[in-house]
């Protein structure tokens, strides 16, 4: 079988409403849409995987759609093992938690034939589709960092980097540092929190480096409000990284959830504790995809599809959404500081900087997957 490309995926979705228009469409039995959801067993940002999928069973059509949800540990071996198990369901769609997880499950997924959603924080900086039918949907982490980056160069005031362990082996502070350097900042140095005990010392060198700002990169905001209370009396100023549901009162970039969206209601009920996490968001935001997609084919097969999630634009928790041309949801971002109301960014990084082989740290486990223990 030859796999559908992206040309004829993008002709086929201006098929869709013709190959099943309402008159075939009654005459047709509409059978289910089959969606397997392989997902991490244990977090590093706590919450994550939990949210995810209550945002996700929040907004889902159960009536069109049956969710399968299977989670596997960190190994490659284990994912593997995990993915072959859902693959013996025959899904219709198979939804990845996990950035990373499409490339380390290659010599799996199918070659052709199964339409796949890649979600994630969006902790690597690629987003071109390894294969046909791979789709993508995250909370834009990697880009964030670079934006921020970005912003921060334009106050010219010379930046110190104090990565948490975590996030020192993903792409999040190479993205920081890219963004930063290319708009013309200063990057005084970089320091590791391997414990709280670190704290004073750390602060200590980035005075010592001549920096005036402070980036804490710390998803799971393990460290950072301690570090917050002794960068300020230090008399730095501060911006942060944050991926859990009570982000550090800091300057940061990321998604935005819409609490005055008509949408925030109903999610809010549906999720319960789960509702200020972005996970959540990110979740419902895919089951909305996945729902309007399958509204569209009352028999599903692989090529129409992978055209009707193509061709998707809609109003989600995370404002406009839309797909772009290498098969990304994309979802807005803004920057967020104390007092003031979110600023929206504009300033994107281009596709080809996002695919870049020469911005990805080599990390060999899918991210927010952890080892127990």
């Known amino acids: ?9 993008l002709k086929a979705a201006a098929l869709v409403p013709a190959l099943f228009g309402s008159g075939q469409a009654r005459a047709v039995a509409v059978r289910p849409l089959h969606l397997a959801a392989l997902v991490p067993e244990h977090d590093s940002v706590p919450g994550f995987t939990a949210a995810f999928l209550a945002g996700l069973r929040s907004s889902l059509d ?42 380390l499950l290659s010599d799996v997924l199918p070659l052709a034939g199964l339409p796949t959603v890649a979600a994630g924080a969006g902790v690597a900086p690629t987003r071109m589709a390894g294969r046909p039918g791979l789709l993508t949907a995250t909370l834009h982490a990697w880009e964030a960092e670079w ?23 993903y792409d999040l502070p190479l993205a920081f540092s890219r963004g930063l350097l290319a708009a013309g900042g200063t990057l005084s140095g970089s320091g590791l929190i391997e414990t709280a005990a670190d704290q004073r010392d750390l602060i200590h060198r980035a005075q010592s480096s001549g920096a005036q700002h402070l980036h804490i990169q710390d998803t799971a905001q393990r460290h950072a409000s301690a570090l917050l209370r002794a960068v300020r009396v230090a008399g730095l100023t501060v911006s942060t990284t944050a991926l859990s549901a009570t982000p550090a009162p800091a300057e940061r970039i990321s998604t935005v959830t819409d609490t005055g969206s008509a949408l925030w209601g109903g999610f809010q009920r549906a999720v319960g504790p789960h509702a200020s996490h972005p996970a959540a968001a990110l979740g419902h935001d895919i089951g909305l995809w996945v729902t309007h997609s399958a509204a569209q084919l009352p028999q ?21 959404l839309s797909v772009t041309a290498d098969g990304h949801l994309s979802a807005p971002l803004a920057l967020h500081t104390s007092g003031r109301a979110a600023q929206p960014m504009t300033n994107r990084p281009h596709a080809a900087a996002l695919a870049s082989g020469e911005l990805r740290s080599g990390h060999l486990f899918a991210f927010p997957h952890a080892f127990p223990g």
């Open 300 to 320: 599903p097969s692989p090529v129409a599809l992978i055209a009707a999630l193509s061709a998707q634009q809609f109003a989600g928790l995370r404002g406009a």
């Open 1 to 9: 079988m030859t796999p559908p490309s992206r040309r004829s995926v």
């Open 147 to 169: 934006l921020l980056g970005q912003t921060l160069a334009q106050r010219r005031l010379p930046t110190f980097l104090l990565m948490s362990q975590q996030d020192s082996g």
């Open 62 to 103: 159960t009536t069109r759609i049956v969710l399968q949800v299977a989670a596997s540990g960190p190994r490659p071996s284990q994912l593997r093992r995990a993915a072959q198990e859902v693959l013996q369901g025959t899904p219709d769609l198979l939804l990845t938690l996990g950035d990373g997880l499409p490339d």
